[in-house]
C-alpha cells in the first residue's frame, strides 16, 4: 500500500492543533481555586498526553487530586479551549487532500470536549470516526480505540498509520499493529519508541502521506 492510499489515524493535541495556551489557562483558573501557583505554558507543555485526570494530577499533585478537580477543569476548560487554540500551519490542507472515510482521530481528551474544539475549528468533516479518551474503557496507550477507530474505518492494521506526538499514540498503534508517525513538533516525547516516521514539521505530513485529493 502507498502512502497516498494509507488510512489515517490521528491524535489531536500537539499533533492537529496547538492547545497548550488553551490548557494553561484553564489549569491556572482551576488553580487560583485551589490555592495553586501559575503554571508556565512551558511546564504544561511537558505533562500534557495521557488525559485529563493525569494532566490535574500532574500540575497539582497526585496526592491532592479529587475527581471534583477534574469536573471542574472540564467544565473550565470547555469554555476556554477555542480562545487561541488553532491547527498547526499546513494541517488544514492536509486534511483536505485525504477522503473523510479513510481518515479518524483517537484522542485521549474527553470526547465532547474532542467534537466542541473540532466543530469549532471546522475541522469534524474531514473525519468519519471520532474517538475520545472517554469513548471505550481503555484510552491510549491500550491498544483499543485504534482497534476501534480500524474496525469503523473499515480497514485491516495494515493498512493505516497511527500519527500522534506521544509515546502513547505510538504504543498504541503498534500494539493495533499500525504503523505509526511521531510529530516531534507536538508536545511529547517518543518514549523510547521507535516509529516508522518522523514528522519533524506539521508540513511534514504532506509529504510523508501526500493523499489521493493533494
Known amino acids: ?28 483558573l482551576l488553580g487560583t481555586e485551589l490555592g495553586h501557583p501559575p503554571l508556565s505554558v512551558a511546564y504544561v507543555r511537558t505533562i500534557v498526553g495521557d488525559g485529563a485526570g493525569k494532566l490535574i494530577k500532574r500540575a497539582f499533585g ?10 471542574r477543569f472540564l467544565d473550565i476548560y470547555g469554555e476556554h ?20 472515510e479513510n481518515m479518524a482521530v ?29 469513548s471505550y474503557p481503555e484510552k491510549k496507550p491500550h491498544p483499543l480505540p485504534v482497534l476501534k477507530a480500524l474496525a469503523a474505518l ?21 500494539a493495533a499493529g499500525t504503523a505509526t508517525c511521531f510529530c ?12 516508522d516516521f518522523i514528522a519533524e514539521a506539521s508540513t511534514d505530513l504532506r509529504q510523508l502521506f501526500p493523499g489521493p485529493l493533494a
Open 1 to 28: 500500500m502507498s502512502a497516498a492510499d494509507r488510512y489515517l489515524l490521528f491524535d489531536l493535541d500537539g499533533t492537529l492543533v496547538d492547545s497548550v495556551q488553551d490548557l494553561t489557562t484553564a489549569l491556572n
Open 106 to 134: 483517537v484522542t485521549n481528551k474527553p470526547y465532547r470536549l474532542t467534537l466542541k474544539l473540532l466543530d469549532g475549528l471546522g475541522l469534524l468533516q474531514h473525519f468519519h470516526i471520532i474517538i475520545g479518551g472517554d
Open 62 to 71: 497526585e496526592k491532592n487530586y479529587r475527581r471534583s478537580q477534574l469536573l
Open 184 to 195: 516531534s513538533y507536538g508536545l511529547g516525547q517518543t518514549g523510547g519508541v521507535i516509529p
Open 81 to 100: 479551549l477555542l480562545d487561541t487554540t488553532r491547527c498547526y500551519p499546513g494541517i488544514e490542507d492536509f486534511l483536505a487532500g485525504h477522503p473523510a
Open 154 to 174: 473499515g480497514c485491516k492494521p495494515d493498512q493505516a498509520v497511527m500519527i500522534g506526538d506521544h509515546h502513547t499514540d505510538l504504543h498504541s498503534g503498534q
